[in-house]
């Protein structure tokens, strides 16, 4: 994700109101706790995962034929003309993944298509940030406490950016998460990405999941690979089994 440094004492305190409320999880390695009863999990084919959105950023789309065959539903590259030509934009150079309120962009249209055909239970967008500390993730979804435990499950494997931010929102501990007046200020000004249409469009929740471009390759396809893998363990059951037993949040 491109990011500029904006600072807005408005959205300041955002992180720390994301990080109210939400009861630690006890990490899965060394805990001799006794492991609660399995979850029925959702089929893999209910998490989409899409990749090569910016040209430039090649491990999203190259770890998706191994998630295609582990039975997730992939889409990309999302901008062949830029990963092709290792250029973050369109051939006109526009950004796809600020095209998504548009109607004559062939690429968002061809995103739209696969979404409004498979209706998933989670979408998860692949990127690299020249400029992350570690890897991190942008939720959309505020009611949801997600993407906040896929960090958590995956702490002691990566790097994790203690203080990611994009655009004028800032997170912590690896998690930006905007509120839903963000997302609507988002959403009026009709500027807006992958991850924020799938949200509004189909009702779901999505993450944006960014590493370090200096990361080796290997960790960046690593990396994608075990947040797509511990997002989908984490999912849980289908919503009509979830209604009654929500994870603590
Ligand atoms: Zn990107």
């Given at each position: 994700m491109q990011r500029r440094s904006v600072l807005t004492s408005a959205l300041g305190a955002l992180g720390s109101l994301l990080a109210a409320g939400c009861a630690p999880v006890p990490s899965a390695r060394g805990?001799?706790?006794?492991?609660?009863?399995?979850?029925?999990?959702?089929?893999?084919?209910?998490?989409?995962?899409?990749?090569?959105?910016?040209?430039?950023?090649?491990s999203g789309a190259l770890v998706?034929?191994?998630?295609?065959?582990?039975?997730?539903a992939t889409f990309g590259p999302c901008n062949p003309w830029g990963f092709a030509h290792h250029k973050r934009g369109l051939a006109d150079g526009r950004d796809l993944n600020r095209s998504f309120a548009r109607d004559d962009v062939p690429e968002v249209a061809a995103v739209q298509r696969f979404l409004e055909a498979r209706r998933p239970a989670l979408l998860l967008d692949l990127h690299e940030d020249r400029d992350a500390a570690g890897g991190y993730l942008i939720q959309h979804g505020p009611d949801d406490d997600l993407g906040r435990r896929v960090i958590r499950a995956l702490g002691d494997e990566f790097a994790i950016d203690p203080e990611p931010s994009f655009l004028v929102v800032t997170g912590e501990d690896g998690v930006l998460r905007p509120s839903a007046a963000v997302l609507g200020v988002v959403e009026l000004s009709r500027f807006y990405g992958l991850a924020f249409h799938a949200w509004l469009a189909l009702g779901i929740t999505t993450l944006v999941v960014e590493c370090p471009r200096g990361w080796p390759l290997a960790d960046r396809l690593r990396w994608h690979r075990r947040v797509v893998e511990t997002a989908h363990a984490l999912l849980g059951p289908p919503r009509a089994e979830a209604l009654g037993a929500r994870p603590p949040r």
């Amino acid at each position: 994700m491109q990011r500029r440094s904006v600072l807005t004492s408005a959205l300041g305190a955002l992180g720390s109101l994301l990080a109210a409320g939400c009861a630690p999880v006890p990490s899965a390695r060394g805990s001799t706790a006794t492991p609660p009863a399995p979850t029925p999990l959702r089929p893999r084919s209910e998490v989409a995962v899409t990749g090569g959105v910016h040209g430039d950023e090649p491990s999203g789309a190259l770890v998706l034929p191994e998630l295609e065959a582990l039975g997730f539903a992939t889409f990309g590259p999302c901008n062949p003309w830029g990963f092709a030509h290792h250029k973050r934009g369109l051939a006109d150079g526009r950004d796809l993944n600020r095209s998504f309120a548009r109607d004559d962009v062939p690429e968002v249209a061809a995103v739209q298509r696969f979404l409004e055909a498979r209706r998933p239970a989670l979408l998860l967008d692949l990127h690299e940030d020249r400029d992350a500390a570690g890897g991190y993730l942008i939720q959309h979804g505020p009611d949801d406490d997600l993407g906040r435990r896929v960090i958590r499950a995956l702490g002691d494997e990566f790097a994790i950016d203690p203080e990611p931010s994009f655009l004028v929102v800032t997170g912590e501990d690896g998690v930006l998460r905007p509120s839903a007046a963000v997302l609507g200020v988002v959403e009026l000004s009709r500027f807006y990405g992958l991850a924020f249409h799938a949200w509004l469009a189909l009702g779901i929740t999505t993450l944006v999941v960014e590493c370090p471009r200096g990361w080796p390759l290997a960790d960046r396809l690593r990396w994608h690979r075990r947040v797509v893998e511990t997002a989908h363990a984490l999912l849980g059951p289908p919503r009509a089994e979830a209604l009654g037993a929500r994870p603590p949040r």
